[in-house]
């Protein structure tokens, strides 16, 4: 089966940066914010991340920096048997994991 592996940035500025690794069965067409959410139903319902296109149907709250670059997880999609890094924006206040504050 191909999978994805996904770095996640995880913590917050009171507990401290760590990263983890995460496997996650691919998808033809899937995005990294796909990725992440079946990591959230699947392995670890605490991992946060801001969204809001499938609550409240709006776009632009799901940005973070892939390998180095800034981009919305919505839209970057995966590729079978890839590596990423995935952490949050750092021009904005951290508030827990791949959330920052919205400015």
């Not at 994805?4 to 009171?14: A, D, K, P």
């Not at 139903?41 to 800034?70: F, I, W």
Request: net charge negative; charged share 30%; hydrophobic share 35%.
């Amino acid at each position: 089966m191909a999978e994805i592996t996904l770095h996640i940035t995880r913590g917050s500025e009171q507990e401290g940066k760590h990263e983890e690794t995460y496997q996650v069965p691919f998808v033809e067409g899937m995005s990294l914010l796909d990725a992440i959410f079946w990591i959230r139903e699947h392995k670890d319902p605490t991992l946060a991340v801001r969204y809001s296109c499938r609550s409240a149907n709006a776009c632009k709250e799901c940005m973070a920096v892939v390998d180095g670059k800034a981009g919305y997880l919505c839209s970057i999609r995966a590729e079978e048997n890839s590596e990423q890094k995935i952490e949050p924006l750092a021009a904005r206040p951290w508030v827990k994991d791949l959330t920052t504050a919205i400015e």
